[in-house]
């Protein structure tokens, strides 16, 4: 059985830092795209960060270019988010998810994500 499990939120500071981590576990995920999403309240989810776990090739959304660093560690099957200089708009639940890199899209059945881990940035 597939897991992601999502760890490290919490309630910082503004211009505080925070590493959320992500177990991967129940398959390979060497031909899977990770990803990052983010879901505040009354909004939509929407993309973070993502990063292929065989190339570690990266992608950002342009909200978080430059201050959130995605990585992986292939020996502990865990994936990384580390997040500087949050603010306000950074306040959501984060999500780790899993696609296989032959898939485009982040919906439908194949798609796996975490149950999610809460990030409170005070101002």
């Known amino acids: 059985q597939v897991q992601l499990v999502e760890s490290g939120g919490g309630l910082v500071q503004a211009g505080d830092s925070l590493r959320l981590s992500c177990v991967a576990s129940g398959r390979t995920f060497s031909n899977y795209v990770m990803g990052w999403f983010r879901q505040a309240p009354g909004k939509e989810r929407e993309f973070v960060a993502t990063i292929n776990w065989n190339t570690g090739s990266t992608f950002y959304a342009d909200s978080v270019k430059g201050r959130f660093t995605i990585s992986r560690d292939n020996a502990k099957n865990t994936v990384y988010l580390q997040m500087n200089s949050l603010n306000a708009e950074d306040t959501a639940v984060y999500y780790c998810?899993?696609?296989?890199?032959?898939?485009?899209?982040?919906?439908?059945?194949?798609?796996?994500w975490g149950q999610g881990t809460q990030v409170t940035v005070s101002s």
């Open positions: 998810a899993a696609r296989p890199v032959y898939i485009s899209t982040w919906r439908g059945d194949e798609i796996y």
